[in-house]
């Protein structure tokens, strides 16, 4: 099930969300943006530095983990910490959605979660926002024995 935003044509758009929060968008940065925004597998810096190495050759991670910070510090991004070792990265306005992690192949999997006003405990609060992280193992891994 596909809980992202719409993925087609998104350069202008990050382009415009960049400026918009006062970031320069250099090609690195947008390539940083435009990897996450495009996978839902939720990169972490490792992992996005392998992908875009062959573009930017001279990419070093000290630079990911920079523009990773600044994306999330302007809600751009969110971090997502439900692995025990890295800190993966999501999309931080899109849908609210929670992360089930399996734990025999690591796959990280979002599902919708219900709206605020179904959970009564939250209605005489004020949330700012929160993080569902479920644990087990995924259907596929269980097919598999």
Not at 79 to 100: K, S, T
Not at 124 to 132: A, L
Request: some cysteine; overall charge negative; charged content about 25%.
């Amino acid at each position: 099930m596909d809980i992202h935003c719409n993925k087609d044509n998104i350069i202008p758009l990050l382009v415009d969300k960049l400026i918009d929060k006062g970031i320069k968008p250099t090609p690195q940065r947008l390539a940083v943006y435009e990897y996450v925004w495009q996978h839902q597998n939720h990169p972490d810096a490792a992992t996005i530095r392998d992908a875009l190495i062959d573009r930017f050759p001279t990419l070093s991670l000290t630079t990911i983990y920079s523009t990773l910070k600044s994306l999330t510090e302007v809600a751009l991004l969110r971090e997502v910490n439900i692995d025990p070792v890295n800190i993966r990265y999501d999309i931080a306005e899109c849908c609210e959605h929670g992360h089930f992690r399996c734990a025999k192949c690591g796959r990280i999997i979002d599902f919708p979660l219900p709206p605020r006003a179904d959970i009564p405990l939250l209605h005489s609060m004020k949330v700012t926002g929160y993080d569902i992280y479920v644990s087990g193992v995924c259907d596929q891994c269980l097919a598999s024995g």
